[in-house]
């Protein structure tokens, strides 16, 4: 089953767009990673450093995704999802984007099948830091069936089935990069 789930994110290309998020918000957001951006109140600004030209994904160096308005038209049909509001701090960009959440369940994540390695430091308590991994494997038995979802371990990683993946592939969603699950995590 594993084989109908992707990973989105960013391309690596440099011609694209990519940010950081400014000084003033990464309290705030750095508050809500850990829930996934969950019920995230507020706007989160964003300078464009690298890059020429807007992609439909912004890549800001964060575990958020940021997309253009064109991709959350695409997935209206999901619906299971909430946005917040993204200001770029840049004069004539020619095309908005948000902050999205997935709001789909996938299940926990399974650190065995996945082949995690955990590093756990000296003053670390509890499983510690994945470092490595083959796979992002999860039970799919308590996966939602939704098409745009993350799994509980990890709430910022956003995972969408392969009718997604082909939706956004035949509207040419740039700057977007489709990861098999069963590649996430892999260093060779």
Not at 17 to 26: A, E, T
Not at 45 to 73: A, M, Q, R, T, Y
Not at 107 to 113: K, L, Y
Not at 136 to 160: E, N
């Amino acid at each position: 089953m594993l084989n109908k789930f992707y990973s989105i994110m960013p391309t690596w290309k440099k011609k694209w767009f990519w940010g950081r998020i400014s000084k003033n918000d990464i309290e705030n957001v750095d508050r809500c990673i850990g829930k996934g951006m969950r019920g995230f109140k507020g706007v989160v600004h964003i300078e464009i450093v690298g890059g020429n030209s807007p992609g439909d994904i912004l890549h800001v160096g964060f575990p958020l995704l940021i997309v253009s308005f064109k991709v959350l038209e695409l997935w209206k049909q999901f619906e299971k999802y909430e946005t917040y509001p993204v200001v770029i701090l840049r004069n004539n960009l020619p095309q908005e984007y948000t902050g999205i959440v997935f709001l789909g369940r996938g299940g926990p994540f399974d650190p065995n099948e996945s082949k995690a390695v955990y590093f756990k430091g000296a003053d670390s308590k509890g499983k510690g830091v994945i470092i490595k991994q083959q796979g992002m494997y999860f039970d799919d038995s308590k996966w939602d069936g939704s098409d745009l979802f993350t799994i509980d371990d990890f709430p910022c990683h956003p995972i969408v089935t392969e009718e997604v993946v082909k939706l956004m592939k035949k509207a040419k969603v740039t700057n977007c990069d489709y990861i098999p699950l069963k590649r996430v995590g892999i260093y060779t």
